[in-house]
């Protein structure tokens, strides 16, 4: 089976890649990455508060970061997170760059439109071979409309569109009004790729202490869904990469992933629990369903599922939602006997 894909431009041997989490931030795990095959090496996000906080001597006071911004103070729910300044960052991606033989996209979540200009710039300079947007907003803003929301996603990618040269990823949240209308607006201003979707934590409420805790639990399969139905409504619809991130841990759901549409499919949580290997199962997995069910290529089986081309595509539309609320009514009556 031919696993090849094309993502952002790029020309991988599969389509199977770590997503941006601190695994890269040791470069014998990187390396491990690779020898497990990974077809590019996705780097965590750099972070704006980050630098802002290291300017201001307060890297490691995560009190004042939760304060200061719901958005980012949830990916950093151990101080050792703040581990890559910006300093280090960027070395960082140098050193990566020169230690591995597959591409390597950098990340970045910026909450200025200085700050997303000025640290593109540094990263692309870095010798990244992609960038990767990672917009992570909780709106908390009664005055804030979505138009709002969305504007800010636009014209930074605009102007980023402007400025750099290499490809551009945008890693979207599900929680857009219109996806497919967002998607299409991007896909128009040459956004190279769309990541769906980012995860949002949640933090949790401790009753006694009347204290909210940080929950940074891992994904499971069940999260997958959300983001097959997102791949599955855009996928053939624009010019723009579409690469799946959330709930990948077995190789059939990198099959469905494949066939709902995803170029590229970023696995993390997997990959913090049981290590680099597990990349290397996902892909001889894939590999060997693919082979089994007589699939040639990647291409052949890709999108194979979108809504454009299943052969039931209610199933993502409103159609199917009475269908399936009526579904559950009767099997529990059959359950109980009625
Ligand atoms: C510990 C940890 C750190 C993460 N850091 C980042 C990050 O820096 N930037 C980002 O865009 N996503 C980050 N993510 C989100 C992942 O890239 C990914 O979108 C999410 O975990 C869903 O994929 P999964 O189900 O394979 O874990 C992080 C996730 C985890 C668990």
Redesign the pocket.
């Known amino acids: 089976m031919n696993l090849s894909t094309r993502y952002l431009g790029l020309d991988l041997r599969h389509p199977f890649m770590p997503?941006?989490?601190?695994l890269v931030d040791d470069i014998d795990a990187v390396r491990r990455l690779e020898d497990a095959g990974a077809s590019a090496i996705v780097m965590?996000?750099l972070f704006e508060e980050q630098i802002e906080h290291e300017r201001e001597g307060l890297a490691h006071h995560l009190g004042v970061h939760a304060n200061s911004s719901a958005e980012a103070a949830s990916?950093f729910p151990e101080p050792a997170a703040f581990a890559l300044g910006p300093d280090r960052y960027l070395e960082q991606v140098a050193r990566i760059k020169a230690q591995v033989g597959v591409p390597v996209i950098a990340?970045l979540?910026g909450t200025t439109p200085e700050g997303w200009l000025g640290y593109a710039r540094l990263i692309e300079q870095a010798g990244a071979d992609a960038l990767?947007l990672?917009f992570?907003h909780v709106a908390t803003d009664l005055l804030e409309d979505g138009a709002a929301v969305e504007r800010r996603v636009i014209d930074i990618v605009a102007v980023l569109k402007e400025t750099i040269a290499i490809p551009l990823a945008v890693?979207l949240s599900p929680f857009y009004s219109s996806l497919p209308n967002l998607a299409w607006r991007l896909d128009q201003l040459g956004a190279d790729g769309l990541v769906l979707f980012?995860?949002f934590y949640q933090p949790d409420i401790d009753p006694e202490l009347l204290e909210t805790v940080p929950a940074?639990r891992?994904?499971t399969s069940a999260?997958l869904h959300l983001r097959l139905r997102g791949l599955a409504i855009l996928s053939g619809r624009l010019q723009a990469s579409l690469a799946l991130?959330?709930?990948?841990h077995e190789p059939v759901d990198a099959v469905k992933a494949v066939m709902a549409g995803a170029d590229a499919v970023?696995?993390?949580?997997?990959l913090?629990r049981r290590g680099p290997g597990a990349l290397a199962q996902i892909v001889r997995g894939f590999e060997a369903w693919g082979e089994e069910h007589e699939y040639d290529s990647v291409s052949q089986m890709r999108g194979s599922m979108s809504l454009s081309r299943c052969p039931d595509p209610e199933a993502f539309e409103r159609g199917n939602y009475v269908r399936i609320l009526q579904s559950w009514r009767r099997t529990e009556q059959a359950a109980a006997g009625h």
């Open positions: 997503g941006a989490s601190p965590h996000s990916y990340s979540n990767e990672n992570y890693k980012n995860r940074l891992l994904s999260e991130s959330g709930g990948v970023q696995i993390v949580s997997l913090l």
